[in-house]
């Protein structure tokens, strides 16, 4: 599974570490990787590994060798993204196909840390790649729309108002542009979406 980052589901990770949460999974087995991470170290404060870290895994008996985090702090992010598409296939193996994309949605359309206009979103080879964050001279890495959509199943997290316009049009087929539309996974999709985020829908 690939984790999301940012602010959406943060609840969710806290609500699987809940012991009526997580019954049943066999988190021995689970393998754990990230959709994105900026470029900072593991414990700063806007680090996906620090909130993902201290709202489940800290609570969670998965195994360290089974979690997978992007090294955000490396000096170079394209030498680390090709060092974090090497561990997926050797993981997963040479076409790797992850089970579950966990993905939040940006009011701008952005999934991970694929943005509109970003030149990786022309990636047709490469799984991992860095990218220009929204903040000028911000860095980060991130899954490809090629490692997204190779996956079994994607599943949406969305929250706000600010969103619901936008989910709408997504759902109804328009905005082929944006990032989150290009989302078209060989697997399953599913959305979860609060009231707010499902408001404008049809």
Not at 60 to 72: C, D, E, I, K, T
Not at 77 to 105: I, K, T
Not at 147 to 166: C, H, Q, R, S
Request: glycine share 10%.
């Amino acid at each position: 599974m690939a984790l999301a980052g940012g602010a959406t589901p943060r609840r969710t990770y806290q609500r699987l570490a809940e012991p009526d949460g997580h019954e049943g999974v066999p988190w021995e087995r689970v393998l754990l990787f990230f959709g994105d991470e900026r470029c900072v170290p593991p414990d700063h404060p806007d680090s996906n590994h620090r909130m993902v870290r201290e709202a489940l895994l800290a609570r969670l008996p998965v195994p360290a060798a089974n979690v997978f985090r992007m090294a955000g702090e490396a000096q170079d992010p394209d030498q680390a993204a090709a060092a974090y598409e090497a561990e997926l296939r050797q993981e997963l193996g040479p076409a790797p196909r992850l089970d579950l994309v966990l993905l939040g949605m940006g009011a701008d359309g952005h999934v991970a840390s694929l943005f509109p206009g970003s030149p990786a979103l022309a990636e047709s080879r490469r799984l991992v790649c860095a990218a220009a964050g929204p903040r000028p001279g911000e860095r980060r890495l991130t899954l490809t729309l090629p490692a997204i959509n190779a996956a079994a199943g994607v599943l949406f997290l969305v929250t706000g108002e600010d969103k619901a316009g936008l989910v709408a049009e997504v759902l109804a087929g328009g905005r082929s542009d944006l990032p989150v539309a290009r989302v078209r996974p060989d697997g399953e999709v599913h959305w979860l979406l609060d009231r707010a985020a499902a408001s404008r829908i049809r």
